[in-house]
């Protein structure tokens, strides 16, 4: 017997690049996760709500250095919730909307929010269904990723990303999925024994992919950087040029803590053999 329908939970990293690499991956009909996805449906919010969600961000980080607070920078814009069923089971559209606003409504009660920060709140909810193939054995059950941004009203919403928000998703979920659709959790009888299997891929490739963003961003850097100090070297503007050399070897020594490719681990070398 199932203790609850699964739900995970994850920060989404790397401030606007990380909520929009998310907004493209979850209409992405082409990505490779998504063989065994029959549709993708957008049930709440639009990309102009991912915006919406990194704007908040972006604004708060730069209060956040215009008042020149200690602690580290904002950096993760949103939590990214994935509740999902087991192959069998097509709740309509319609029901997967039911299920989903009544584990929003329990979030913003948790987070005990005011009048004004939920209306922005509601504003900043991100949820598409996927419809998976339920045939054969490979692939997840009907999904839904919902992703909430976690500033409103300049306050950051910790308690999204607590052990006791994800407890009570669960028993938001349980309810609503057998209160919506009428089936329980606890007769469900699992056909097939994969245990643990689709919660560490899925967190596998969400890691693997937030790497590459961060490898393609200091790639960029560290190109920026070299163009700058080649400007240097040109105009012979000696304190230019050393500021730029420190900065470039500061992102080389980030870059090779990276697991690159070969082709971008020669190229790395090369700028380091230029700037010696």
């Known amino acids: 017997m199932l203790k609850n329908w699964t739900v995970t939970t994850q920060p989404v990293r790397l401030g606007t690049d990380g ?12 990505h490779a996760n998504h063989k065994y996805t029959d549709d993708l449906i957008s049930i709440f919010g639009c990309a102009e709500t991912s915006h ?23 950096s993760s ?32 009660k948790y987070c ?21 193939n339920q045939e054969g054995q490979k692939g997840t ?23 006791g928000a994800t407890k009570l998703l669960k028993q938001t979920f349980n309810h609503a999925v057998l209160q919506h659709v009428g089936i329980d959790y606890r007769s469900y009888e ?29 790639v960029k850097k560290m190109q920026s950087q070299f163009d700058k100090w080649l400007k240097a070297k040109e105009e012979h503007n000696n304190s230019q040029q050393h500021r730029q050399k420190n900065r ?4 080389y020594e980030e870059l090779k803590l990276r697991k690159l490719p070969p082709l971008q681990q020669e190229n790395l070398e090369k700028i380091k053999q230029k700037i010696k």
């Open 19 to 30: 909520v929009m690499m998310r907004e493209r991956y979850l209409l992405n009909t082409t």
């Open 52 to 74: 919406r969600i990194a704007l908040a961000g972006e604004k708060f980080r730069l209060e956040q250095q215009l008042k020149r607070k200690g602690g580290r920078p904002l």
């Open 77 to 108: 814009y949103a939590m990214e919730y994935c509740l999902t069923l087991p192959r069998g089971y097509r709740p309509s559209i319609e029901q997967w909307q039911s299920i989903t606003s009544d584990c929003c409504i329990k979030l913003a």
């Open 112 to 132: 005990k929010l005011t009048k004004a920060e939920f209306a922005q709140y509601r504003q900043q909810i991100r949820a598409v269904l996927h419809q998976q």
């Open 141 to 163: 059950g009907d999904h839904v990723h919902l992703i909430i941004g976690k500033v409103v009203r300049g306050r950051v919403l910790k308690e999204l990303q607590k052990k």
């Open 190 to 218: 699992p056909i097939e024994k994969e245990k643990g299997r689709r919660l560490s891929t899925w967190q596998y490739q969400y890691e693997k992919a937030n790497q590459a963003l961060e490898i393609e961003r200091l």
């Open 248 to 251: 470039l070897l500061k992102t």
